[in-house]
């Protein structure tokens, strides 16, 4: 127990450090336009601008927070939060990571195999992105084909249908209802497009829970009829 609260401990501490001197790094850029050649928006601009962003990327956060934390873990959230792709790479490696260990995300060998997998694709996409730097002229002609760029904007859909399928094959009743609701709801536009993922996500934890609940009820009352 002892060694667990450590570990905890550790993660967040790492993990909260870690954020701060990566916040702090972001602001070094406009720091330096700002000190050196005195590229500085107005009050009005600035207020405008932020509120402008607020809009649009604090429901993101919320809902990208609660669906993805639960999958990768605390550590796994943090390495994602400072190295980035989080879709199109760390929640794909770490749901493969524990489909294929058979482990649960909320377990404690879970979390540590999710975390090892979110840092294991961090590392392999700096390596990747180094060497596309390094090889980005030679195949500039090639990456600017038509055919290859409709492709690469198919990967992202082509990783989370693979996924979608999985999660489906192994639970349908909690993902069918979901899926209909979420078509019909960006189908309609009933509902603004940065409202989107945590209105479908209250609508997935709303279907689970009553799916858990009714199980619990027959697996009650299978119980005293059994004995």
């Not at 979901?178 to 940065?194: C, D, E, K, R, Y």
Request: charged letters at 15%.
């Amino acid at each position: 127990m002892n060694k667990n609260k450590s570990y905890e401990d550790s993660v967040y501490r790492l993990g909260r450090v870690s954020a701060i001197i990566f916040f702090l790094a972001t602001l070094m850029l406009p720091a330096m336009l700002w000190f050196k050649w005195g590229l500085l928006p107005t009050k009005e601009g600035f207020i405008a601008g932020i509120s402008v962003i607020a809009v649009i990327i604090i429901p993101i956060l919320i809902g990208e927070f609660l669906s993805y934390a639960p999958i990768v873990g605390a550590a796994g959230y943090f390495v994602m939060l400072l190295s980035g792709n989080w879709m199109n790479i760390k929640i794909p490696a770490s749901i493969v990571a524990l489909e294929a260990t058979e482990l649960d995300s909320n377990s404690e060998e879970g979390d540590v195999i999710s975390t090892m997998a979110v840092a294991t694709s961090a590392i392999v996409t700096e390596v990747i992105i180094i060497a596309g730097v390094l090889l980005l002229t030679p195949f500039s002609s090639f990456f600017e084909q038509p055919a290859i760029k409709t492709g690469f904007e198919q990967i992202v859909p082509a990783l989370f249908g693979a996924l979608y399928i999985a999660t489906l094959v192994k639970n349908p009743k909690a993902a069918v209802v979901p899926t209909i609701v979420g078509f019909a709801i960006v189908m309609s536009q009933v509902v603004n497009s940065l409202f989107f993922i945590p209105v479908i996500i209250a609508i997935s934890v709303l279907i689970a829970t009553v799916i858990y609940k009714i199980g619990n009820r027959k697996q009650t009352i299978e119980e005293p009829s059994n004995e």
